[in-house]
């Protein structure tokens, strides 16, 4: 069996997600699957480095399968771009090492957060953006204050969205960088992985202390409380796309 | 009466153009008027500097209007915006000369028309692309040299896609840009003025030049057929653009 890496890119718009959960079949991993198993002819697995939520978009997911092929990578890619919808696209695809895992073996996973400040500036990409309609700017120097606390190994358990996760939430977050422009608060967090819901919960909890409605200072204990309840809401999955995953 | 100017941008896709013809409301133009009526308790008429094509898009027309109001200019763009559909936003909008008006007054119009050679690069920008899915590359080396002949003041009848046009179908090309990257070509056409369709047939016709169906140095001969049918076929909208119009 061949092991496969490739690049992918999506829009998720109308996904549950990149993973099968329940009875489901609408995610990127299915159109992925049913694809190479209809090309190979045998059952073919494929396992993404990040598990995207519904609605959440990727421009540089790695995902691996293995197949028996005789096929060479350009024809594999170009047989997938070509059944795949206009809103999945594969940009690369290369043999791997023959124990490679695009999840255990990811080192960082960057996700990037996009918050709107006018509306109008955003026609184009409208899907790909959470619109902020509060009444009064976020003050991004609070908000960055914020984060010092957040950086590190930390239990995130204050900022998981499965009340039924049984494994370890510690989670190391390398950074986080916010940058604003006149349109556009981005916020970029890298990281050794991230829980359920972990990055939209940062946001809608980092948007709290913009708002001065939460002390910049308080994220310490935030985390200590591992407590969902304490931490802000979850921000709408449509601004968060999982930009890259690397590997050292 | 003041006289205002504003810059809009929108996602051409689903509507039946910038202007409204026949029986149809569904165009820009129409929601922006119906707003700024209700804004003004007066009918309001908006000018459009150029009448894109149902599913063309814009990232820089320009609009006039003349309305009686004591509203600062501030708050007449931030109420469109709040009213206005997604796909559709005032990026400025400033009061002008008394006399001026959008369409009278433009001295070049810029519209950039994208071609792609790779679908899954362009996951996110899929509306605003026209995929080209012909066997061999394009030779854009041929296209620009097709170009030379179109460049100037001609008669542009040939490629003019109302068959009942009955004013002058003269217009002047300033320059035409042919930039190729690994998953595009654009070709941006800069002018005085153009026809119903006019940029698509010239796509479509250049197209036929990058296929090697069309001599590059045919352009002459063609423009003096003044025959639609000698010219190529219609680009699809989506691949166009209306970037800028320049004033001087």
């Known amino acids: 069996m061949k092991n496969y890496r490739m690049t992918v890119q999506y829009d998720g718009t109308r996904y549950n997600g990149w993973q099968k959960q329940g009875d489901t079949d609408n995610t990127i991993q299915n159109k992925l699957e049913t694809i190479l198993t209809r090309l190979t002819g045998e059952k073919v697995s494929v396992n993404g480095a990040g598990r995207t939520d519904a609605g959440v978009h990727a421009k540089g997911q790695v995902a691996q399968f293995r197949a028996e092929t ?68 976020l003050d991004t120097a609070a908000m960055k204050l914020a984060t010092l606390q957040l950086i590190g190994e930390h239990d995130f358990r204050s900022f998981c969205g499965n009340p039924k996760m049984n494994k370890s939430t510690v989670r190391t977050i390398y950074s986080i960088r916010i940058t604003e422009t006149e349109d556009e608060i981005d916020i970029g967090f890298f990281g050794d992985g991230f829980l359920q819901y972990m990055v939209r919960i940062l946001v809608g909890t980092l948007i709290e202390v913009g708002e001065h409605r939460r002390d910049p200072q308080s994220m310490d204990s935030l985390l200590e409380s591992r407590s969902r309840r304490m931490a802000g809401p979850t921000a709408p999955a449509c601004g968060l796309t999982l930009m890259e995953v690397r590997y050292s």
């Open 70 to 137: 005789d096929l060479t990578e350009a024809e594999i890619r170009d047989y997938l771009n070509r059944y795949l919808p206009d809103d999945i696209g594969v940009l690369l695809l290369k043999e791997a090492a023959p124990r490679f895992h695009s999840r255990y073996n990811a080192s960082t996973k960057y996700y990037l957060y996009r918050i709107g400040k006018n509306k109008a500036a955003h026609i184009f990409e409208r899907k790909y953006i959470y619109e902020y309609r509060g009444e009064t700017p």
